[in-house]
């Protein structure tokens, strides 16, 4: 839990990463953002039923998510992308900090495959 609390903790005010550490930090974004965009291009995406369109005013920053991570991918679905990495990395961190006690206490594990599996429908990644 630490070692994740200090990658996606609370940010230090102030504080900016060293450029070197970026790169490393970002390798599991990277490879969701792989796993989408192939997915994309193999037509493995279906999104799930009518979605809201992504406001225009947010274009230009998903430019820069596809630039940063290599993704060909549409605004849609790069929304949908950022939706589920945001979730997944919600839910881990509940998990490592105790949120959950007194919640789930059954089966975390069934728990989080679940949630993952509708995450990536969300997303559009067919089963």
Do not use: C
């Not at 940063?68 to 490592?96: C, H, I, K, M, Q």
């Amino acid at each position: 839990p630490h070692e994740y609390a200090l990658l996606y903790g609370s940010p230090v005010p102030g504080y900016k990463a060293p450029d070197a550490t970026v790169p490393p930090a970002a390798r599991d974004t990277v490879v969701l953002a792989r796993i989408v965009s192939e997915a994309h291009a193999a037509g493995a995406v279906d999104p799930p039923g009518p979605l809201p369109p992504p406001p225009p005013s947010i274009g230009e920053d998903l430019a820069r998510v596809r630039a940063a991570v290599d993704l060909d991918a549409p605004d849609d679905l790069v929304v949908r992308g950022l939706t589920a990495w945001a979730a997944l990395y919600g839910t881990v961190s509940f998990e490592l900090f105790g949120q959950f006690n007194n919640t789930l206490e059954d089966d975390r594990a069934a728990y989080f495959d679940h949630t993952m599996t509708l995450l990536g429908r969300f997303v559009g990644l067919k089963s």
